[in-house]
């Protein structure tokens, strides 16, 4: 299995990017997806989960409204958009996998840096 990220990047607060983690080697629409961040010195956060049809979504209160997470089954491809960044949003993001919506990831990625600046 693997599952790869990309699109994060260095933008200035207010900015939009949009993250994208392609899965291969899992049955991809059977598994529920999921954004991950993590700060330097911080816990690793969930940020925003989605079900393995895309009909439940569910995000942390502090990118909720501001980010979308959504997927493309048939490209088994999973996407973050991110709009209006703060710099708080800073971190390294993972995408991962999970059998059930609200079970433990089975599989993460590599992840990618996003740096937002103010």
């Known amino acids: 299995v693997q599952l790869v990220e990309s699109g994060g990047g260095l933008v200035q607060a207010g900015d939009s990017l949009r993250l994208s983690c392609v899965a291969s080697?899992?049955?991809?629409?059977?598994?529920?997806m999921k954004w991950f961040r993590q700060a330097p010195g911080k816990e690793r956060e969930l940020v925003a989960l989605?079900?393995?049809?895309?009909?439940?979504?569910n995000y942390t209160d502090s990118v909720r409204g501001r980010f979308t997470i959504s997927r493309d089954n048939d490209k088994n491809t999973v996407y973050l958009q991110m709009n209006i960044l703060k710099p708080e949003d800073t971190a390294v993001y993972y995408c991962?996998?999970?059998?059930?919506?609200?079970?433990?990831?089975?599989?993460w990625g590599q992840g990618t840096q996003v740096t937002v600046s103010s």
């Open positions: 991962a996998a999970a059998i059930l919506t609200y079970a433990d990831a089975r599989y």
């Open positions: 080697g899992l049955a991809f629409r059977g598994y529920a």
């Open positions: 989605i079900s393995g049809s895309g009909g439940r979504t």
